[in-house]
């Protein structure tokens, strides 16, 4: 059976994990192709034109994967702890795509509620590998390789070996190095769908890097305290925390999709949080007609004002 | 034998040069129109700026800045590309040097920059909304028939200012009809105007931003007195508009290139590169379906630049 997965919203964390446990239990997982002009088109003929912009890569990557695969996995991500919940938007997934197409393969579409801890994950895995086997012990066998896979993904985003952007790749590039080095690291926050898909983000931690400066994500910045009502906001706010705590962090970029409710109203923690610190923050907000040219500008006029910053202050403290 | 530094702002909509000396001073200007052929009217700029230079005078540097800095950095051949915050920035400097807070607004785009002891802490850029640009008051202007020289003027004459709605074009737009027909005089509704814009701005770029004096406000609309004085009466302070406040951006450029260039021989082709022919032209790669439009210049049969593409394939300058 080949289990088909978007390469979109979700793919962005989960993915290994995922894909450890569809394997173990037999099936050949396909991904969709990385993000182009074309999925995006693809996408806006199923999508509101109020929708975001993830969203409308999330159909058009979907679109890609029909008449691909046997089975499409769309987990509908509820929440991972008491009181909070994720994004509407992603919690309908699995009904938006019913609603929209009707070309689709049969869904695997499990609802994911991890605020009961452990036990909701076994009741996942179960409820999802059923589609596969009736051998419970196959199931236990396939779902401890996955936390086994889950684990490993953690401790390589913490070296910066891989990024989410490396999921679907044999040979993992990591990263962005500074290329030539002008000793700034610069903070990029927001969610993985829009940080690692350089289609969305017009390629931006590679032109950071490229600019001079050492890049950090939240998924290299390491786990993030607090859940702060929305799910996923800590990719946000938790990790805007937690990179301005950490010394040598120059500056602060918070990415955002136009039109995003939840990054809206945590932007100001962001804001908050960088400015307790004294770290210069700048928000970019991606859309579907964001121009290149005003993302580069702002980039290098960015990098330009940490720089001025830096030499200030190695001036006043050599004075 | 006069040593100077050309700094080239191409914009949307104006494109600006300035020369200056070895000590920083401005020695020449020229302000003019992009009309939409942004090579072609780099090439005359130099034209015209070697007209008003003395005959012997020796280019030790150019930089470039402005949304064609690239191109206008193949044409003439620059030592420095940089973007237009820094080089606004840089400019203010000059001219107000403990300036906190920098405004331009130009054709297409406007920018707000909060400086703290000389250096950049904080910028804010608008590229996508041209409610709050110069573009926008010229419309309006055009359908009142009215010059934007004379806007300003008008605008100065108002005493009881209408209100328009300046979140976007065509919501002002249908205001100012409305005010028209129920017969409010236009100098007030010129003035409304002026404020929307100045609302508009504020509301965009000012966000969460103390703007402390000194304010310097540049670019091509400062010439309009009826948004300097809106400004002024919005921020509560007195704004400052420098005698050379359209061409900013490339004094800033001509400034930081002059900072760069130590004693090194320039890129700079010469006065001669307004006689080049550039040649472009552009076409779409179809390596992968994002269908990247590259475009390409060429001298005779060189390519001398070519970019546009998403990834590195093309790309060249």
Not at chain 1, 263 to 273: A, F, P, Y
């Amino acid at each position: 059976m080949r289990v088909g997965i978007p390469r979109a919203l979700s793919y962005y964390r989960y993915f290994l994990p995922w894909r450890t446990f569809f394997e173990a239990l037999g099936a050949e997982v396909v991904v969709s192709p990385p993000t182009t002009r074309a999925t995006l088109e693809a996408g806006l003929g199923y999508t509101v034109p109020e929708a975001c912009l993830p969203l409308k890569i999330f159909c058009g990557q979907v679109r890609a994967l029909v008449g691909q695969c046997d089975a499409l996995f769309v987990p509908s991500i509820q929440r991972f702890a008491p009181e909070s919940t994720n994004c509407a938007k992603l919690i309908g997934l699995p009904d938006m795509l019913q609603a929209t197409m009707d070309d689709l393969p049969p869904l695997i579409a499990p609802d994911v509620d991890l605020s009961e801890g452990t036990r909701a994950l076994w009741a996942l895995a179960v409820q999802v590998g059923a589609t596969f086997t009736f051998n419970p012990l196959l199931i236990r066998e396939a779902a401890l390789a996955a936390w086994d896979t889950y684990r490993q993904m953690r401790t390589d985003f913490r070296t910066g070996r891989i990024t989410p952007a490396d999921f679907a790749s044999s040979r993992p590039i990591g990263l962005p190095a500074a290329q030539p080095s002008n000793s700034l690291t610069v903070a990029v926050v927001g969610h993985p769908y829009n940080l690692y898909d350089p289609f969305v983000n017009h390629n931006l931690l590679t032109r950071l890097a490229r600019l001079g400066a050492e890049v950090l994500t939240p998924e290299r910045l390491g786990p993030r305290p607090g859940v702060d009502y929305w799910t996923f906001e800590y990719e946000l706010v938790g990790a805007a925390r937690l990179a301005v705590e950490q010394a040598g962090v120059n500056g602060l970029i918070a990415v955002v999709a136009f039109g995003c409710g939840p990054d809206g109203v945590m932007l100001e923690r962001v804001r908050e949080s960088a400015a307790g610190a004294q770290i210069p923050t700048m928000i970019l907000t991606l859309d579907e007609h964001s121009g290149e040219a005003g993302l580069v500008t702002r980039l290098e006029a960015f990098v330009d004002m940490l720089l001025w910053r830096k030499r200030r202050a190695g001036s006043v403290s050599g004075n | 034998m006069l040593e100077v530094f050309l700094g080239i702002d191409v914009g949307s909509v104006t494109t600006k040069i300035a020369a200056v000396d070895r000590e920083g001073q401005l020695t020449a200007s020229l302000y003019r129109r992009t009309e939409g052929r942004p090579i072609e009217v780099v090439q005359e700029s130099l034209r015209q700026i070697q007209a008003i230079l003395p005959t012997d005078v020796d280019v030790a540097g150019v930089g470039t800045t402005g949304s064609g800095r690239q191109l206008a950095a193949v044409v003439v051949g620059a030592d420095l590309v940089k973007n237009e915050i820094t080089a606004h920035a840089v400019a203010a400097l000059h001219f107000v040097p403990d300036v906190h807070t920098v405004m331009d607004i130009g054709g297409q785009d406007s920018k707000l920059i909060i400086l703290e002891d000389g250096i950049v802490v904080d910028f804010a850029m608008n590229s996508v909304c041209a409610a709050g640009t110069g573009s926008f008051l010229e419309q309006q202007a055009h359908r009142l028939n009215i010059s934007i020289e004379e806007l300003g003027r008008r605008a100065m004459r108002s005493r009881h200012p209408v209100r328009i709605a300046g979140r976007c074009t065509v919501f002002a737009e249908s205001d100012m009809i409305h005010k028209q027909q129920m017969g409010h005089p236009v100098d007030d509704i010129l003035y409304g105007l002026c404020q929307a814009l100045v609302r508009n701005y504020l509301n965009n770029l000012a966000l969460g931003k103390m703007l402390r004096p000194p304010v310097v406000f540049q670019g091509g609309v400062a010439a309009n007195a009826g948004v300097v004085r809106a400004f002024a009466e919005a921020l509560e302070t007195e704004v400052i508009v420098p005698p050379q406040h359209e061409v900013m951006g490339a004094l800033g450029a001509a400034l930081l290139v002059r900072e760069r260039m130590n004693g090194q021989p320039t890129r700079f082709r010469g006065f001669g590169a307004a006689e080049i022919e550039y040649r472009t032209s552009s076409f779409e790669c179809r390596a992968c379906p994002n269908r990247c439009e590259i475009a390409e210049i060429r001298v005779g049969r060189e390519v001398v630049a070519r970019w546009g593409g998403r990834c590195d394939r093309w790309e060249m300058a």
